[in-house]
């Protein structure tokens, strides 16, 4: 018989977190997320335009980023619209690259 080498609790066991997933989140309290829309597509009259950086803005980050389409929402269509207008604005020194300072 051989002796155990690894406690419960240790790299091969669960222990007593064994509820929780890889990010450490408890696996039950996870929630029903509501599925983001697509301004765009809910509303015909919003337009992509590189030429006004106060409606792209909403889809970049504070350092600068595009926001991705899981987090933004938008639908695979308008993601390439927004990431164009995005990248001519830019181009046109209308919105910034990166941020700068600090």
């Known amino acids: 018989m051989m002796p155990?080498?690894?406690s419960s609790e240790g790299r091969g066991g669960r222990g007593a977190r064994?509820?929780?997933d890889k990010k450490g989140k408890d696996a039950r309290k996870r929630g029903f997320a509501r599925r983001k829309v697509c301004r765009f597509c809910a509303d015909k009259n919003v337009s992509i335009d590189y030429?006004?950086?106060q409606t792209l803005?909403?889809?970049i980050t504070d350092r600068g980023k595009i926001i991705p389409r899981r987090i933004?929402?938008?639908c695979a269509t308008h993601q390439r619209k927004v990431g164009t207008a995005i990248k001519r604005a830019r181009m046109i020194a209308l919105m910034p690259f990166t941020v700068t300072g600090k």
Do not use: A, C
């Open 57 to 59: 803005k909403y889809f």
């Open 18 to 20: 064994g509820d929780k």
């Open 4 to 6: 155990e080498t690894e």
């Open 72 to 74: 933004s929402g938008n």
């Open 51 to 53: 030429k006004d950086p």
